[in-house]
Antibody
Framework: EVQLVESGGGLVQPGGSLKLSCEAS????????LHWVRQVSGKGLEWVGR??????????TYTASLKGRFTISRDDSKNTAYLQMNGLKTDDTAVYYC??????????????????WGTGTTVTVSS | DIQMTQSPSSLSASVGDRVTITCRAS??????LAWFQQKPGKAPKSLIY???NLQSGVPSKFSGSGSGTHFTLTINSLQPEDSATYYC?????????FGQGTKLEIK
């Protein structure tokens, strides 16, 4: 069964840090780009960023407002991607999802033909 | 950033009805357009990619069309399980962006 499982969410104080994990199984992790998307409770979806595969030098792209505070990385030997979040603000409170797409299709309209999503992990930033 | 605007924001329809949700992009996104379905407390589920291509396992009652800046999602023969929020999503230009969502209620 193909699946992604996020972990690492929890309660953190403003200004603190948290590192989320996204562990994959049932897919050729090395060939997939990993994206992070977040959702504030009761609100819409916000794309956070992505990391490409080793074939594309693990290139990362972020939404501008989060760049500098959030960093995406991956460890292919563990089939796991990470989202390091620093300088957390109350506005960062959300459910964080990871999703995977076949990297070879990146830049084409068929990029999303294979879409795998995790079930999400909740981050609460509060004092 | 490319703004994706969906209409309506919410709608109510009866079992057996057909509904259409519209998504407009502030700039052209060619055919780099996907639709997601999200039920309460669940992760988004990919329905359609590249405007009109159904994901594996998605019933043919769902269909998408459009190009450039104007897109539609049509759902035929509504059933209670279609009650959800639907999001359009462009993956043409970074940062990728989503519409604000359309909440569909089945009466």
């Amino acid at each position: 069964e193909v699946q992604l499982v996020e972990s690492g969410g929890g309660l953190v104080q403003p200004g603190g840090s948290l590192k989320l994990s996204c562990e994959a199984s049932g897919l050729n992790f090395n060939g997939f780009a990993l994206h992070w998307v977040r959702q504030v409770s009761g609100k819409g979806l916000e794309w956070v960023g992505r990391i490409r595969s080793t074939s594309h030098n693990y290139a990362t792209t972020y939404t501008a407002s989060l760049k500098g505070r959030f960093t995406i990385s991956r460890d292919d030997s563990k089939n796991t991607a990470y989202l390091q979040m620093n300088g957390l603000k109350t506005d960062d409170t959300a459910v964080y999802y990871c999703s995977a797409y076949e990297d070879e299709w990146s830049g084409t309209t068929y990029y999303y033909q294979t879409a795998v999503w995790g079930t999400g992990t909740t981050v609460t930033v509060s004092s | 950033d490319i703004q994706m605007t969906q209409s309506p924001s919410s709608l109510s329809a009866s079992v057996g009805d057909r509904v259409t949700i519209t998504c407009r992009a502030s700039q052209g996104v060619s055919t780099y357009l996907a639709w997601f379905q999200q039920k309460p407390g669940k992760a988004p589920k990919s329905l359609i990619y590249a405007v009109s291509n159904l994901q594996s396992g998605v019933p043919s009652k769902f269909s998408g069309s459009g190009s450039g800046t104007h897109f539609t999602l049509t759902i035929n023969s509504l059933q209670p399980e279609d009650s959800a929020t639907y999001y359009c999503h462009q993956y043409h230009t970074f940062p990728y962006t989503f519409g604000q969502g359309t909440k569909l209620e089945i009466k």
